[in-house]
């Protein structure tokens, strides 16, 4: 790779079988706007600029399972959301239309899923 070139992470992207609904769902929970909505595939962008999610249509969709059990469909990635309030944060994201995971491995985290299935972390910033 040349001296020159320049790479940067711009979106993360989540599978879904309803890209509109998924992102209407981060919308709401991180109170950001939807930048563009085609029919496959909505793209998030962060106010303050940075990483953006994305969501696009998988027609095979299958949930993942948290936490992850032999021969299920595992989680391939989930999202680090940093919180000043704990509590207020989780229940505005079940508010918004998350679900509290059954298991939650530590004390200053809290481990939700998104209505596809995706686990978040919401953790407490110090």
């Known amino acids: 790779m040349a001296a020159s070139t320049r790479l940067r992470l711009t979106t993360v992207n989540l599978d879904t ?20 909505e085609e029919a496959d595939d909505v793209i998030l962008r962060a106010p303050e600029g940075g990483v953006g ?6 027609r095979a969709y ?20 940093g ?14 239309g998350a679900t509290l995971a059954a298991y939650q ?4 985290v809290r481990v939700c899923l998104d209505p ?3 686990p978040f972390c919401l953790w407490l910033m110090e």
């Open 17 to 36: 079988p309803d890209p509109a609904a998924l992102a209407r769902f981060y919308a709401r929970l991180l109170g950001w706007d939807i930048a563009v």
């Open 53 to 58: 999610l994305s969501f696009q249509r998988e």
């Open 62 to 81: 299958v949930r993942p399972t948290w936490p992850a059990e032999a021969g299920r469909q595992q989680m391939m990635t989930h999202l680090e959301i």
């Open 83 to 96: 919180v000043e309030d704990l509590p207020t944060a989780l229940a505005h994201a079940l508010a918004c």
């Open 105 to 108: 491995p530590q004390v200053a």
């Open 116 to 118: 596809d299935g995706h």
